[in-house]
């Protein structure tokens, strides 16, 4: 009897320190950063940050302050030469901005192959056009109406005109 006794009692301490425990682990700040965005941490917002725009944080007995941020003591205004590091969002902001200059920079690498690939192919197209009208063999093609006409001398000498063109114009 008596070890049950004391086992219930261990029980109710360990819930008890459980729950203070608990309380401290909850223990959040909440601010709008410059961005007008609202941060959520564990820690204490940046010393940059006004007190007007600090929402929530907990009460300073609730959370022993840690030994991995360092606090400015009120009394001295912060100087220009002190830089505030950036948070979160700022960091992630620039993130998205480098990302997407590398995405648009991919982009415009891949629109520019694929613009000489095809600029390539439709020289040599226009390049084995000219030859094939110039050998003099006799060129045919189908009207409208399905029937087979060939090409006339007028008609060959612009058409190599217009190749000679494409090639001056668009190959190198």
Same mark, same amino acid.
């Given at each position: %009897?008596?070890?049950?006794?004391?086992?219930?009692?261990?029980?109710? +301490?360990? @819930?008890?320190?459980? %729950? +203070? !425990?608990?309380?401290?682990?909850? =223990?959040?700040?909440?601010?709008?950063?410059?961005?007008?965005?609202?941060? !959520?941490?564990?820690?204490?917002?940046?010393?940059?940050?006004?007190?007007?725009?600090?929402?929530?944080?907990?009460?300073?007995?609730?959370?022993?302050?840690?030994?991995?941020?360092?606090?400015?003591?009120?009394?001295?205004?912060?100087?220009?030469?002190? *830089?505030?590091?950036?948070? +979160?969002?700022?960091?992630?902001?620039?993130?998205? $901005?480098?990302?997407?200059?590398?995405?648009?920079?991919?982009?415009?690498?891949?629109?520019?192959? #694929?613009? $000489?690939?095809?600029? *390539?192919? =439709? &020289?040599?197209? =226009?390049?084995?056009?000219?030859?094939? +009208?110039?050998?003099?063999?006799?060129?045919?093609?189908?009207?409208?109406? @399905?029937?087979?006409?060939? %090409?006339?001398?007028?008609?060959?000498?612009?058409?190599?005109?217009? =190749?000679?063109? #494409?090639?001056?114009? @668009? &190959?190198?």
């Amino acid at each position: %009897m008596v070890n049950l006794i004391g086992k219930r009692t261990l029980q109710l +301490l360990a @819930g008890g320190a459980l %729950m +203070l !425990f608990a309380t401290v682990a909850s =223990a959040q700040y909440v601010w709008v950063d410059a961005n007008g965005t609202k941060q !959520f941490s564990d820690r204490p917002p940046p010393p940059g940050v006004p007190a007007k725009n600090i929402l929530k944080s907990p009460s300073s007995a609730a959370v022993a302050p840690r030994g991995d941020s360092v606090p400015t003591p009120a009394s001295q205004p912060m100087s220009a030469d002190d *830089k505030v590091p950036p948070s +979160l969002a700022d960091r992630e902001a620039d993130y998205r $901005k480098r990302t997407k200059a590398k995405e648009d920079e991919q982009k415009k690498t891949t629109a520019e192959a #694929t613009r $000489k690939a095809n600029n *390539k192919i =439709a &020289c040599e197209s =226009a390049r084995t056009y000219k030859r094939n +009208l110039e050998q003099g063999t006799r060129v045919s093609s189908t009207d409208k109406n @399905g029937e087979r006409t060939f %090409m006339d001398d007028s008609k060959r000498a612009s058409e190599i005109a217009r =190749a000679n063109k #494409t090639i001056s114009d @668009g &190959c190198k």
